[in-house]
């Protein structure tokens, strides 16, 4: 596997590589990999005959009270994963190979209305930081198909949205949520929980289930969402949201609306700040 520090060499490599006709995957990630990530580059794979995944923590997409300086950061073993996995290569830059003007001074990608929203509202900012990271990305890596998670759904929504308005020719594969046991979704900032906090997290999934068992039995969604904070809350959580949207575009459904939704809850416990969703249709 290959491994790249500087854009000019990654530009080089991936030329080459489409000069002999091969199809490029690309899966950005922050590191810290675990087997959530690597089922995103194996579904890479199956679309395209060169994978490379990036590992960067991106400082722009932080706020100033979050966890970017203690974020775990463990690229020798994030090397050796994705050489297992058989990734062709993998780009880890510096911080100022992706911002060579400084962060303060940066340009800015930012994707109005579903930015603004849920995690866009709690967390100010944060979309931008993304959006502006994967366009740079994009760019460097020019891929024809590219590969993210569900479980950062709105993420995926916000990059969908920018590849769209971008006119990029890229393809966004979506790959389905790698749970723990007890069903909590798999994430990097997992490891800040406690044992107790990560069996107690497992009531994450089980809340989103119940919502949409509710949803499907006809219960009017401000009650499923009032019963859901309640329920997080009683498992010693501190939530940011338990919602039910429109999976299309994350806006507020119809009170006849039993199709096309998405249940979605953030939600704070311990050190960690969790994330997770649900298709109601699935």
Not at 192 to 204: K, M, N, Q, S
Request: glycine residues 8%; charged residues 20%; contains cysteine.
């Amino acid at each position: 596997m290959h491994t790249f520090a500087r854009s000019a060499d990654l530009r080089a490599c991936v030329s080459a590589w489409r000069r002999a006709g091969a199809r490029i995957g690309f899966v950005p990630t922050m590191g810290n990999l675990h087997a959530g990530h690597y089922s995103l580059i194996e579904l890479a794979h199956q679309h395209v005959d060169k994978v490379v995944a990036s590992v960067f923590v991106n400082p722009t997409q932080f706020g100033p009270t979050e966890d970017f300086a203690s974020y775990p950061r463990t690229l020798d073993a994030d090397r050796a994963g994705l050489a297992a996995q058989d990734c062709d290569a993998l780009f880890a830059p510096a911080v100022d190979e992706m911002y060579p003007f400084g962060v303060a001074h940066a340009v800015r990608v930012e994707v109005p209305g579903v930015g603004d929203i849920l995690d866009g509202a709690a967390r100010p900012g944060h979309f931008a930081g993304v959006a502006t990271v994967v366009a740079k990305l994009f760019n460097l890596v020019q891929p024809d198909v590219a590969v993210f998670g569900q479980k950062d759904y709105q993420q995926l929504l916000v990059i969908r949205r920018m590849t769209q308005d971008l006119r990029l020719p890229i393809e966004i594969v979506v790959a389905p949520i790698c749970r723990e046991a007890n069903g909590l979704a798999m994430s990097s900032r997992n490891q800040y929980l406690t044992p107790d906090e990560r069996e107690r997290a497992g009531v994450i999934h089980q809340v989103l289930c119940v919502m949409r068992d509710e949803v499907h039995a006809g219960r009017a969604r401000a009650e499923i969402e009032t019963a859901a904070h309640a329920t997080l809350v009683a498992a010693g959580s501190i939530p940011d949201y338990a919602t039910i949207r429109r999976a299309a575009d994350l806006g507020v459904p119809d009170a006849g609306d039993r199709h096309g939704l998405i249940a979605l809850i953030a939600t704070r416990l311990g050190r960690a700040r969790l994330i997770d969703n649900l298709l109601l249709d699935d």
